[in-house]
Structure formats: structure tokens, C-alpha cells
């Protein structure tokens, strides 16, 4: 798993090393790191020229240091210096060096975006091979004021690529929301451990390609606040059938999805969770919904029934249960979800179910009492009904912050989906999905990924872990299929078990390297 941690916790880990090493040595081991991560960004580094964008705190200073080092070894370094006061030693390091210093401070800017910038800050940063944000570190909050905002809009138009200091200006390290102009990097060099704002949009999609840097930080850290994971973390939590395995032990999921208007989302429901891997599906639903589900997938176990009367999960044997996925919202619907509720097995509710529970006060609490495993998958509309005082655009902005908010609240595992699919459960880090693509906004892929969820829960994994691997496994395979061409919910059925079939490989190459 990549760790990551806020900044009140990256700063108290910081000044406890800092308190054992000579001044200076961590700054000059950031710089480092961030040098090597530049010349690699250019063509070559003799005669490449580099812009730094400096401001007034550390990363301004992590910036100067490394552009000294390049600028020592033959690079033409220019640093536009942004604010009111910059890092001594780094600048005197520069100029020491040969690197040149374009602006002096806040009064050599406009004071409005807009008004242009002078002449040679323009060409500084479009006539150059590569541009490096050091306006603002990880304490930055509240979105960009002059001249850092202008500076950030130009850089992120320079045709030069654009490599961040710790974090993008402009973007809040612990939550990833951006309030205002924020600088779109090409690639990010973070110190010490990761931040949360790195892996959760919209700062993800500003930071490009994240590389850490070792400074030495790691033995003053606790627990993460946010992982990441990596597909060996998912390998490792995937269930593996053994030869004593038969279908009951591998899980048998209850699948209450569909509708005579949604026939669709049984079927791909249905279908996530087979091709996810669980032993059984039981499907209850309508005649007509049953006879299209069968016929796609004979495998399943069918069971007739009426949504707006069923009061039980059927009979046999059921490990987990999925419901909601294109159900109804009729009242009526809320007595097949509450039995569902009052069982002991593990449940996930999705799109229906979670607008019946978020009218319902007994119903949320319901939730709340459980003591088996509970997940909800919820995007961004649907957790604004689920939350008091939240609208869907503030949960875009701040995606961390309210499915954290929504799993307190229910005492459950939440999964949010949307261009970061963001996972939080009570006492647990957070987790953000790094895989997937913008193809996923399509009609059906929820009900895909819930029914690779409830898989999942029904072959024995926590709620916690089960969403971590469903939305991996689910991103992964939009990612395979039809190679980057354009995808429909029915294509993620047969890219899951190629996304799985990849984690393992993974995981292989890790445990016996160049086998």
C-alpha cells in the first residue's frame, strides 16, 4: 500500500527528525531527490533550461536547492521569485551557481489575473524545457492569491512539462480540493510520505505521475491517514479457492437487483459478481427479470418473487447479499430491504436502496445496529441524500471529507464512487482507488462493481476489504478492455477476470522476481 498522511501529522514527523540531524540536512535531501526527478524530466541536463516558480516557504527553498544543482552541472536555470520573501540559502545557492532570478517579490506582479506578466516571467516559463512549482507547499489552504494564481494558470499552459514540489499549487494537501486556479502538473516529487490530496480528485487529476522521495521520515510516522493500493495489496486479499473448496465455501451471494423497468441491472449485477469469482448466486426477482438473468447466466439459482413482497432472503444457504441496483423506490420496496437488513449476513446497498435509506430514519437505523458487515456504494447525488447538509458538488470537491462523514454517520463501510473512488470505514485509513478511467461513466458499470462487491463479501472479506478490491479489480478492467476504445457496462463482465488474472501475475513477480 502507498501510505499517505496529512500534514499536522507530516509536520510533527518532521521537526522530530529535524530535531536529531544538523540544520538543513532534510532540505538538502529533498533537493536532492527533487534534482535527480528533474534531469530525468529533461532531454539531457547540460544546456537544458529550467524554470523554477519559487515561493516563500520550504518547497520554494527545495526548489532553489536542486535548481542549483542543476544549474552546476550545466543547466540555464531561471527562478521567477514569487513572493515576499524567499529561502536565503537556496537562493544564494543558486546564484552561487549561475542560476539566474527573474521578478523580486509581490510588488514585481499584477495584483489581478489577467494583467499580464512581464515580459521575461512569460518567457521564463514558455521558453523553457521544464517548469517546476515551488509556490506553495502542503500548508497552502483556501485556494491561490496574486501572483501565485496567474503564475499557476500560465505554467499550467507552458508547453513545457510541469513538475510539482511536494503537492500542486493551489491544491489542498489533505483533502485533494482545489479552490480556485491550482497548477496542473505533469508529475509530482512529494518528500518523506505521501499526502492524501495526491490520490484524491480533484487534486489527483492536477498532480500526474507521483514519485516519494526518502528523506529519512518514515520511523516518525504512525499509521497512514489514506492508502493506496497497489495491485500486490490487492492479490494478497483476494481469495484464493483451495482443492477442498466447493461452492458454499466460496461464497453464495443473494442478489435482490433489477425490476421490470431495470431488467439491465440484474443481469450485469449478476454478472459482476460471477465473474468476480463467488460460488453461488441466488437471484430473487420478478418472472419476467428471472427468465432474462437466467438466460444470460443459466448458472444461477433463480427464485421467483414479487420485490414489493418479499419479507426474506429465500431459502438455502446465503453468505452475503446485494440489493438495490435498478430495485424500485416504491414504499413497498422498503419491507424486501429491511429484511435484508435485519438478517446476520453481510449486505451491500446500492443506487435504489440507498435512496429508500435515506428517507427512512428506521431503515438508517437499522444500519447503524448491525453487527454484520454493511457496504454502501454510493456516487456523489446519492450520498448528498445520504448526508445532512451536503450538496453533490460539495462532495466532489471534498470526496475524502464526506465519505468519511457518511461512514461515521452509518457506522458502515462506504464506498464513493466517481472519478476517484474513495473508501471509508469507521477506525480504518481511507483507501483511494488508483485505477480506472472516464470510460466508467457509463450506464451499468455500478451495477457491475456491486456485484463484484458482494462477491466478495461473500466469499468472507471484511466490507473494508472487499470494496478495496471490487473497485480496483472494476478499474482495472475498464482500463483492459477493448483497449482504451470506447466500453459498455456488459464489456467490464469480460475484462474482470483478465484485471484479476493480472493482480496475481503481480503479486508473483513480486514474491519470485524475474521468475
Same mark, same amino acid.
Given at each position: 500500500?502507498? %501510505?499517505?498522511?496529512?500534514?499536522?501529522?507530516v509536520?510533527?514527523a518532521?521537526?522530530?527528525?529535524?530535531?536529531r +540531524?544538523?540544520?538543513?540536512?532534510?532540505?538538502?535531501?529533498?533537493?536532492?531527490?527533487?534534482?535527480?526527478?528533474?534531469?530525468?524530466?529533461?532531454?539531457?541536463?547540460?544546456?537544458?533550461r529550467?524554470?523554477?516558480?519559487v515561493?516563500?516557504?520550504?518547497n520554494g527553498?527545495?526548489a532553489?536547492?536542486?535548481g542549483a544543482?542543476?544549474?552546476a552541472? $550545466?543547466?540555464f536555470?531561471?527562478?521567477?521569485?514569487a513572493?515576499?520573501?524567499?529561502?536565503p540559502g537556496?537562493?544564494a #545557492?543558486?546564484?552561487?551557481?549561475? *542560476?539566474r532570478?527573474?521578478?523580486?517579490? &509581490?510588488?514585481?506582479f499584477?495584483e489581478s489575473?489577467?494583467v499580464?506578466?512581464?515580459?521575461?516571467?512569460e518567457t521564463?516559463?514558455?521558453?523553457? &524545457?521544464?517548469?517546476v &512549482?515551488?509556490?506553495?507547499?502542503?500548508?497552502g489552504?483556501?485556494?491561490?492569491?496574486?501572483p501565485f494564481?496567474a503564475?499557476?494558470s500560465l505554467?499550467?499552459?507552458?508547453?513545457?512539462?510541469?513538475?510539482?514540489?511536494d503537492?500542486?499549487s493551489g491544491?489542498?494537501?489533505d483533502t485533494?480540493?482545489v479552490?480556485?486556479?491550482?497548477v496542473r502538473a505533469?508529475?509530482t516529487?512529494?518528500?518523506?510520505t505521501?499526502k492524501p490530496?495526491?490520490f484524491?480528485?480533484?487534486?489527483?487529476?492536477?498532480?500526474?505521475?507521483?514519485?516519494?522521495?526518502?528523506?529519512? +521520515?518514515?520511523?516518525?510516522?504512525?499509521?497512514?491517514? +489514506?492508502v493506496?493500493?497497489?495491485?500486490?495489496?490487492?492479490?494478497?486479499?483476494l481469495? %484464493?479457492?483451495?482443492?477442498? &473448496?466447493?461452492?458454499?465455501r466460496?461464497?453464495v451471494?443473494?442478489?435482490?437487483?433489477g425490476?421490470?423497468?431495470?431488467?439491465?441491472a440484474?443481469?450485469?449485477?449478476v454478472g459482476g459478481?460471477?465473474r468476480?469469482?463467488?460460488?453461488m448466486v441466488r437471484?430473487g426477482?420478478?418472472?419476467d427479470?428471472?427468465?432474462q438473468?437466467?438466460?444470460?447466466?443459466?448458472?444461477?439459482v *433463480?427464485?421467483?418473487l414479487?420485490p414489493?413482497?418479499s419479507?426474506d432472503?429465500?431459502p438455502?444457504r446465503?453468505?452475503?447479499?446485494?440489493?438495490g441496483?435498478g430495485?424500485?423506490?416504491?414504499p413497498?420496496?422498503?419491507?424486501?430491504?429491511?429484511?435484508?437488513?435485519?438478517s446476520?449476513?453481510?449486505v451491500?446497498?446500492?443506487?435504489d436502496?440507498?435512496?429508500?435509506?435515506a428517507g427512512?430514519?428506521?431503515l438508517a437505523?437499522l444500519?447503524?445496529?448491525?453487527?454484520?458487515h454493511?457496504?454502501l456504494?454510493?456516487?456523489? $447525488?446519492?450520498?448528498?441524500? +445520504?448526508?445532512?447538509d451536503?450538496?453533490?458538488?460539495?462532495?466532489?470537491?471534498r470526496r475524502?471529507?464526506?465519505?468519511?462523514?457518511?461512514?461515521?454517520?452509518?457506522g458502515?463501510?462506504?464506498?464513493?464512487k466517481?472519478s476517484?473512488?474513495v473508501?471509508?470505514?469507521?477506525?480504518?485509513?481511507?483507501?483511494?482507488n488508483?485505477?480506472?478511467t472516464?470510460?466508467?461513466?457509463?450506464?451499468?458499470?455500478?451495477?457491475?462493481l456491486?456485484?463484484?462487491?458482494?462477491a466478495?463479501?461473500?466469499?468472507?472479506?471484511?466490507a473494508?476489504?472487499?470494496a478495496?478490491?471490487?473497485?480496483?479489480?472494476?478499474?482495472?478492467a475498464?482500463?483492459?478492455?477493448?483497449?482504451g476504445?470506447?466500453?459498455?457496462?456488459?464489456?467490464?463482465l469480460?475484462?474482470l477476470?483478465?484485471? #484479476?488474472?493480472?493482480?496475481?501475475?503481480?503479486?508473483?513477480?513480486?514474491?519470485f522476481?524475474?521468475?
Open positions: 500500500m502507498r %501510505s499517505a498522511h496529512v500534514v499536522s501529522v509536520r510533527t518532521e521537526q522530530a527528525l529535524m530535531s +540531524l544538523p540544520e538543513g540536512v532534510l532540505m538538502r535531501r529533498a533537493a536532492m531527490g527533487l534534482a535527480v526527478h528533474c534531469s530525468r524530466m529533461l532531454p539531457r541536463v547540460y544546456g537544458s529550467v524554470t523554477l516558480l515561493g516563500g516557504g520550504d527553498g527545495d532553489l536547492f536542486a544543482d542543476l544549474a552541472r $550545466g543547466a536555470v531561471r527562478a521567477v521569485l513572493g515576499s520573501r524567499t529561502h537556496g537562493l #545557492a543558486l546564484r552561487a551557481a549561475g *542560476g532570478v527573474v521578478g523580486g517579490g &509581490d510588488a514585481a499584477p489575473l489577467g499580464p506578466l512581464p515580459e521575461e516571467v521564463a516559463l514558455f521558453d523553457t &524545457d521544464l517548469v &512549482d515551488g509556490l506553495l507547499g502542503i500548508g489552504r483556501g485556494g491561490l492569491r496574486e494564481a503564475l499557476a505554467a499550467s499552459n507552458s508547453p513545457a512539462p510541469v513538475l510539482a514540489v503537492l500542486p491544491v489542498d494537501a485533494g480540493e479552490a480556485g486556479h491550482a505533469d508529475a516529487v512529494t518528500f518523506g505521501y490530496g495526491l484524491v480528485d480533484p487534486g489527483a487529476e492536477r498532480a500526474g505521475r507521483v514519485h516519494l522521495v526518502d528523506i529519512g +521520515l518514515a520511523p516518525e510516522l504512525p499509521g497512514a491517514d +489514506l493506496c493500493p497497489q495491485a500486490v495489496d490487492v492479490a494478497r486479499l481469495p %484464493s479457492p483451495v482443492a477442498e &473448496d466447493d461452492k458454499y466460496r461464497g451471494l443473494a442478489v435482490r437487483a425490476s421490470d423497468q431495470y431488467r439491465g440484474a443481469v450485469l449485477c459478481a460471477l468476480t469469482g463467488v460460488g437471484y426477482g420478478g418472472e427479470v428471472l427468465a438473468v437466467i438466460a444470460r447466466w443459466p448458472e444461477t *433463480g427464485l421467483n414479487d414489493l413482497n419479507t432472503l429465500g438455502g446465503v453468505s452475503a447479499a446485494v440489493v441496483s430495485r424500485g423506490t416504491d413497498a420496496n422498503a419491507g424486501e430491504l429491511r429484511a435484508v437488513l435485519e446476520e449476513c453481510p451491500l446497498l446500492d443506487a436502496a440507498l435512496t429508500l435509506l427512512s430514519a428506521s437505523e444500519v447503524r445496529r448491525r453487527t454484520a454493511t457496504l456504494t454510493p456516487h456523489a $447525488g446519492e450520498l448528498s441524500r +445520504l448526508l445532512p451536503a450538496d453533490r458538488a460539495e462532495i466532489e470537491a475524502l471529507e464526506h465519505a468519511t462523514r457518511a461512514a461515521s454517520l452509518y458502515a463501510t462506504v464506498l464513493l466517481g476517484t473512488t473508501i471509508a470505514h469507521p477506525g480504518a485509513p481511507a483507501a483511494a488508483p485505477t480506472g472516464p470510460l466508467l461513466a457509463t450506464a451499468g458499470s455500478g451495477d457491475v456491486s456485484g463484484a462487491a458482494g466478495l463479501l461473500a466469499s468472507g472479506l471484511p473494508w476489504e472487499a478495496l478490491c471490487a473497485a480496483y479489480l472494476h478499474g482495472r475498464a482500463e483492459l478492455a477493448r483497449d476504445a470506447p466500453i459498455s457496462a456488459s464489456d467490464l469480460e475484462a477476470p483478465l484485471a #484479476a488474472v493480472e493482480v496475481r501475475h503481480a503479486a508473483a513477480e513480486v514474491s522476481p524475474g521468475a
